[in-house]
Nanobody, 124 residues
Framework: QVQLVESGGGLVQAGGSLRLSCAAS????????MGWFRQAPGKEREFVAA????????NYVDSVKGRFSISRDNPKNTTYLQMNSLKPEDTAVYYC?????????????????WGQGTQVTVSS
């Protein structure tokens, strides 16, 4: 089992920045690909970013490329999502997830463990 706890969400004006954190406990953190997803009201959960075990490889949805950055600190069992130049359409609940599959998967079915989510609201 892996337990994931997100933090760092909040209310920010358009153009602002937030950094989300995801703290993991349980099984060896470095064995998992880590991903961030988001879900806006009335919409399906969508992929945002993923990072490989080592942190050397990343993948982003097109809408956040150049604005968001995913990273991880394996000794601290933590994954981060730095979000810059935020837009109102980034408003959603953001979830971190862990996948045992060695692929930067963009679909939820590859991710076995999920956090409870943290709300990000971007005002215009």
């Amino acid at each position: 089992q892996v337990q994931l706890v997100e933090s760092g969400g909040g209310l920010v004006q358009a153009g602002g920045s937030l950094r989300l954190s995801c703290a993991a406990s349980g099984r060896t953190f470095s064995n998992y690909v880590m991903g961030w997803f988001r879900q806006a009201p009335g919409k399906e959960r969508e992929f945002v970013a993923a990072i490989s075990w080592s942190g050397e490889n990343t993948n982003y949805v097109d809408s956040v490329k150049g604005r968001f950055s995913i990273s991880r600190d394996n000794p601290k069992n933590t994954t981060y999502l730095q979000m810059n130049s935020l837009k109102p359409e980034d408003t959603a609940v953001y979830y971190c997830a862990a996948s045992p599959v060695p692929s930067l998967a963009v679909t939820t079915r590859f991710y076995r463990y999920w956090g409870q989510g943290t709300q990000v609201t971007v005002s215009s």
